[in-house]
């Protein structure tokens, strides 16, 4: 027999199959039963249809789109100013894939029941297959309401804002057949202060809402720079105001538009981020003049909202993964899901992925029916409230479940180096974790009725006892004043935590609520996996398992 037998080492074996075309509707019980329970379920067969494709076709283009980031050229070989951002097709076929199925649109061209939420399911399954492209889809879908608070603006470019066709040629809005908008507020000097914002507007003619000024200034981050217009912030007389900055000027020229360069971020490498100067742009005013905050916030509140979806949907894939290594991958002769110690992991991450599921689609609900003062405050207060928790739980939820892969989790074969990298910047943007805190602060003390609808909604407890002292706690946490803001995101996460446990106690599920009330707010061990005994976690496993029966 020749040494050559001998050196054949590469059969590969206890290696798990591959989820290539998984449906990430039909395989997501806790997406469809909160999509039903918010009146979302009349979309069930489309969300099927998008769930085929995001976890097979766009989940493949992902992978292209991030491994082919965007280009920016400044110059062609002439010597001309371009101003343009190339992208791979990946990148096209996932944009357009998304607002052709709604993303950007439905819940304003068809409100009714369930709109907002068949909107955030449509999304929650996109973003699982590549997050970066949600950015603009995100800022198209949020610009809205904000437009809408200039009725002029607003007619002529919410036909093509709200249309199903996704048009990505560099052309003068009218030669277009749909249109997407990015923002940039953020400067060099202010961060999240906008009020120290240096950027310029001078009126073209008549000033005032509606009317035409030149920006001059700089932009230190101007989101998908490829957008057809943008809602910038800059100053007149008057403060700080809001406006519409096109590409191109009316007469199809470019607009003074100039990218200085794209940033070179952390993780969303499908998405072009960049830094922008405006030497005379021409933009239009948005909204009431001296007023730019609160008509950009009206853009920003949804935007806020998405940043819940992404974050729950990154964790869902995440545990997607971790359940699907683990139900096939055998250590010490034994598969892992049956193993005690993997059993309390997998348990502990399934649980906080569908308690942010729960508080997500509360939110979608709640959008559904503004015109409800319950909801309406309800939307004030916990969009910077789940905002906060769940962007935040996130990178340590997806870390936990790389770890289950092991170093199969580590590589960049795996998605979970992307998930992971993708995983901060929803707790950056629109607002870090300390600008959410103070906003739950500022809204409690500044608008009636607030404190009222919260414990309206937690209703003391709802007839569970740990619920009911949390929230007893939660009662003289707000009653003391002294040092509230150096308390802001304890008392924030307090609430987040009640929101959750009471949508979950609600739903029905008493594996869930059990395990979340048990973990949750009593105070167990402070990495996943800390679970204490008696709970059903097969039961919690099973539920999220995304393939077949285990």
Avoid at 50 to 55: D, S
Wanted: aromatic residues 8%; negative net charge.
């Amino acid at each position: 027999m020749s040494l050559h037998q001998y050196a054949e080492t590469h059969e590969v074996t206890n290696q798990v199959p591959p989820l290539d075309g998984l449906n990430l509707y039909h395989c997501d019980l806790p997406l469809q039963q909160w999509v039903h329970r918010y009146r979302g379920d009349w979309a069930s067969e489309q969300l099927g249809a998008y769930g085929q494709l995001a976890g097979g076709e766009l989940m493949q283009a992902g992978f292209l789109a991030n491994r082919y980031p965007p280009e920016f050229h400044s110059h062609d070989r002439y010597g001309h100013r371009l101003d343009t951002v190339e992208f791979h097709p990946a990148y096209h076929q996932l944009m357009s894939a998304g607002i052709a199925h709604g993303i950007t649109s439905a819940p304003w061209t068809a409100p009714g029941p369930g709109a907002h939420v068949a909107r955030a399911a449509t999304m929650y399954l996109h973003n699982q297959a590549e997050a970066g492209t949600s950015c603009p889809m995100t800022m198209t879908f949020a610009c809205v309401p904000a437009l809408r608070l200039q009725p002029d603006i607003a007619g002529k470019w919410l036909p093509k804002i709200l249309s199903r066709e996704y048009d990505p040629r560099n052309l003068p809005m009218e030669q277009k057949r749909g249109l997407t908008i990015g923002m940039a507020m953020t400067e060099k000097q202010g961060g999240t202060d906008v009020r120290a914002n240096t950027t310029r507007a001078v009126p073209v003619g008549n000033a005032g809402p509606g009317q035409a000024y030149e920006l001059v200034g700089h932009k230190w981050f101007c989101s998908a720079p490829m957008c057809d217009a943008f809602l910038t912030l800059a100053q007149t007389d008057r403060g700080l105001n809001c406006f519409l900055l096109p590409r191109h000027r009316p007469d199809g020229t470019r607009n003074q538009f100039y990218i200085q360069r794209l940033k070179d971020k952390l993780g969303n490498q499908a998405n072009a981020s960049s830094e922008v100067e405006f030497r005379g742009a021409l933009a239009w005013m948005i909204g009431e003049e001296g007023r730019g905050v609160p008509t950009i916030i009206e853009m920003v509140a949804m935007t806020r909202f998405d940043c819940m979806i992404g974050s729950s949907s990154l964790m869902r894939q995440a545990l997607t993964q971790a359940l699907h290594h683990c139900a096939h991958r055998l250590v010490s002769g034994r598969v892992l899901v049956e193993q005690p110690l993997m059993q309390n992991v997998l348990a502990d991450l399934a649980l906080e992925s569908e308690a942010a599921l729960a508080l997500t689609m509360r939110m979608a609900s709640a959008l559904d029916n503004t015109a409800d003062a319950h909801e309406a405050r309800f939307i004030r207060l916990v969009t910077a409230i789940g905002k906060y928790w769940i962007c935040k739980r996130a990178p340590a939820m997806i870390n936990e479940a790389q770890e289950c892969l092991g170093g199969a989790g580590y590589v960049e074969d795996s998605i979970l180096p992307r998930l992971y990298r993708e995983a901060p910047v929803n707790s950056i943007w629109e607002g870090s974790g300390n600008v959410q805190c103070l906003d739950v602060l500022r809204a409690l003390s500044r608008e009636p009725g607030l404190d009222e609808m919260l414990f309206t909604e937690l209703q003391d407890g709802a007839g569970d006892d740990r619920l009911k002292r949390h929230v007893e706690l939660l009662k003289e946490h707000f009653a003391d004043k002294a040092d509230i803001q150096y308390r802001a995101r304890q008392l924030t996460e307090d609430i987040a935590v009640a929101l959750q446990a009471r949508l979950l106690l609600d739903a029905g599920n008493t594996a869930v609520s059990d395990a979340f009330m048990a973990s949750r707010l009593a105070g167990c061990g402070r990495a996943f996996g800390t679970l204490p005994g008696g709970l059903d976690v097969r039961g919690l496993i099973e539920r999220s398992m995304p393939v077949g029966a285990w």
